[in-house]
């Protein structure tokens, strides 16, 4: 089974830090593009970082850029997303998706993911 778990959200003060793991089963990250998302209440799901399968290329969103920072580790088939001087702003439920792919390419795009996991609430709140 193809499945991609979150962990890692939480409650914290403005100018914190979280680290949010993604966990894959069925499938090897190191073969696949993968990518954070977020979504706050009344808000469309917005692309916040992904990294392409060679692990070589990465994306931001100007949002997080300086901030945010996204990390593999094929040993685990993790991926992270490291989260520094957090804002309010950044409130919503993390995603993280997939997509297997050759090419070294990853898309901000929610339409081109076709595996995602649950989410983890990132509450930041002082």
């Known amino acids: 089974q193809l499945q991609l778990v979150e962990s890692g959200g939480g409650l914290v003060q403005p100018g914190g830090s979280l680290r949010l793991s993604c966990a894959a089963s069925?499938?090897?990250?190191?073969?696949?593009?993968i990518g954070w998302f977020r979504q706050a209440p009344g808000k469309e799901r917005e692309g916040v970082s992904c990294?392409?399968?060679?692990?070589?290329?990465?994306n931001y969103a100007d949002s997080v850029k300086g901030r945010f920072t996204i990390s593999r580790d094929d040993a685990k088939n993790m991926v992270y997303l490291q989260m520094n001087s957090l804002k309010p702003e950044d409130t919503a439920v993390y995603y993280c998706?997939?997509?297997?792919?050759?090419?070294?390419?990853?898309?901000?795009?929610?339409?081109?993911?076709?595996?995602w996991g649950q989410g983890t609430q990132v509450t930041v709140s002082s």
């Open positions: 998706a997939s997509r297997r792919t050759s090419f070294s390419f990853c898309n901000p795009n929610v339409t081109w993911y076709d595996i």
């Open positions: 069925g499938f090897t990250v190191d073969r696949s593009a």
């Open positions: 990294i392409t399968s060679s692990g070589t290329k990465t």
